[in-house]
């Protein structure tokens, strides 16, 4: 089977499909027993650096559930630990990248040399999670955006004000841009890695680009990833470009070039589809938290969402953010259910 | 002098001013050397429950800075703790609210009897600030919306997901509902008290509508906000709703017949006054963390804000969300010249 017919890839190419497909942002996960049996053997970071492991993982919901797309198991954060800073996760208290990058010397520190060589760990699990896939679900491979990846490397922890990286923003933009170019290059290198082991589609996660005022959006994030998607088009990977951050900054991406874009929880679909659904398919947006609901009430939000398309092409089904750890399992094999029934009426 | 010719005011009702007023949420805060000797002396409670400590930290930013409106000191979880629910601080921890609302019984548990009785310090706090104020500066008194202040009684102490909450909405969502319409009366009776004892403007403060999706954001927190709106439309003070998250959720409080909206950081001004400008005088909306930046940028930062309204009247400057504990009051300062100079300028 080739690329051009599985079903994700179809929806995002707006060609003709029997139903919307599905995967879920996280869905290689805490909320799985199978994936907790793995974690209570191997730390995460273990997971993500060792090709089988990362394997299994990856192919734990699609097993489970059989998404349409299954997605790398890695962490955004394995490119700043291949451009030289330490890399730790601290349980229950997230990421820790050490040392923070604040001021000239710390950028300069950085290097992208043999970045390829450092990251070989991941273009080996894409291969063996393709072998894996046995060509009937297709492979998402992921980066972080630039400006996500510099607000992890210099608040180096955990923040709720951002306080670092607006600092040097409103202070020094211009060493700001310059670790953005540093990381733009990086992350282009690092998802053509993944693209040539054989990952079928890319996602750029840009999950701090709210963070940002629209006004400033473009200049920080949103062109530094346009920039990537030029970079990639050599390959003819669909892109998808997700930025949490509302119908302001999405309105900004609509001249990326993206094949798909990811829209949040916090965004109105209908909205989201009237204003950038002429430039690119849409993914998204069911609140996570509606997993926690009862049937009746995810079986109304799923229709929601899938009136917003009704037979038309160009929508991938997705939550509006990672899914939670702590979600019941038999909640998201319901979604699965719900959307395929009902979707499948729906494209009938 | 009367109500009408406060700067304040006047921008509120557009009317011709010389200049565009100021003020800043969390004015009366730790950022202030004044209020940190205050509150090495006594706690936050204690400051809250005590007209005249509330008084002197409510003046200190009007003394060293000359806002054009001051704002009760005060705490927006006066009113569960006034419902039923105790109320601590934990240092560096966030308010803590037990037991958390979470059954029907718990809601049933929650009483407003006696409302006015048990929060008569407010009222103490707001008259004693009146006859400090001296008529020269207008006082804003504040509640949380409902669903805000739900949120707070639900969780219980500060939280990422939101759990609880969400929970209940897409489980019991009556239920949630009922708590609601029991905020709504609550605060209605608390914004009404403060109003008789001298209030001269309102805003509330809908911290959290933002964690709604915006086909959810009327029906639990919109409409509620709406009718306290009404309810205060027998006074004539103007009052402000002030949502954080973005264009979509503004664009739902058009019908509020709110006098002016908050504007929070993350939207761009010049969108919201075209979208609902109209509707509205609008408050905000400069990047609470652009006061850790250059001088140089701060300038060119409220100069984007000042031009989006030029020479005409209906805006109120203001951080897009309260001001952070550690920025430089030098800043302050900076900023509040500018401000003042600049649309001395403009308006001239």
């Known amino acids: ?86 890399l730790e996760f601290m349980e229950n208290h997230g990421p820790k990248l050490s040392p923070q990058i604040l001021n000239e010397k710390d950028v300069n520190r950085l290097s992208i040399e043999g970045l390829e060589e450092k990251l070989s760990y991941v273009a080996d699990a894409v291969r063996l999670i393709r072998s894996g896939l046995d060509n009937r679900t297709p492979l998402i491979g992921f980066s972080g955006s630039p400006f996500t990846l510099a607000t992890y490397m210099i608040e180096g ?40 082991a054989g990952a079928q589609a890319i996602q750029i996660f840009d999950t701090w680009g709210g963070i940002l005022p629209p006004h400033l959006y473009n200049q920080y994030s949103g062109r530094f ?15 998808t470009l997700f930025s949490k951050g509302g119908i302001e900054l999405l309105w900004q991406l609509k001249d990326s070039n993206a094949d798909m874009l990811g829209v949040d929880w916090m965004t109105d679909l209908a909205d989201a589809r ?39 092409s160009g929508h991938v089904f997705n939550l509006g953010h990672g899914i939670l750890p702590d979600i019941p399992v038999d909640n998201v094999q319901f979604l699965v259910d719900t959307v395929r029934e009902m979707s499948t009426k729906i494209h009938s």
């Open 225 to 239: 990833m346009k920039q990537i998607v030029e970079r990639l088009k050599i390959s003819s990977v669909p892109i």
């Open 157 to 196: 922890k955990p923040t709720r004000n951002f306080k670092h990286i607006k600092t040097m923003m409103y202070k020094e933009p211009q060493r700001l841009i310059r670790l953005l170019q540093l990381l733009t290059e990086a992350v282009s290198r690092y998802l053509l890695m993944q693209i040539n």
């Open 1 to 86: 089977m080739s690329g051009q017919d599985y079903l994700y890839i179809n929806a995002i190419r707006k060609k003709k499909i029997e139903r919307t497909p599905i995967w879920i942002m996280r869905q290689a996960g805490r909320y799985l027993p199978e994936y907790q049996a793995v974690r209570d053997k191997y730390d995460f970071i273990t997971v993500c650096k060792t090709p089988e492991l990362a394997t299994e993982v990856t192919l734990q919901p699609i097993r489970r559930f059989g998404f349409d797309a299954a997605i790398l198991f890695s962490d955004i954060l394995v490119i700043p630990e291949a451009l030289g800073q330490k």
């Open 274 to 312: 009237q204003t950038v659904g002429g430039f690119a398919a849409l993914q998204g947006n069911l609140d996570p938290t509606v997993l926690y609901g009862s049937k009746e009430i995810i079986k109304k939000e799923v229709e929601n969402i899938l009136q917003v398309f009704g037979r038309q």
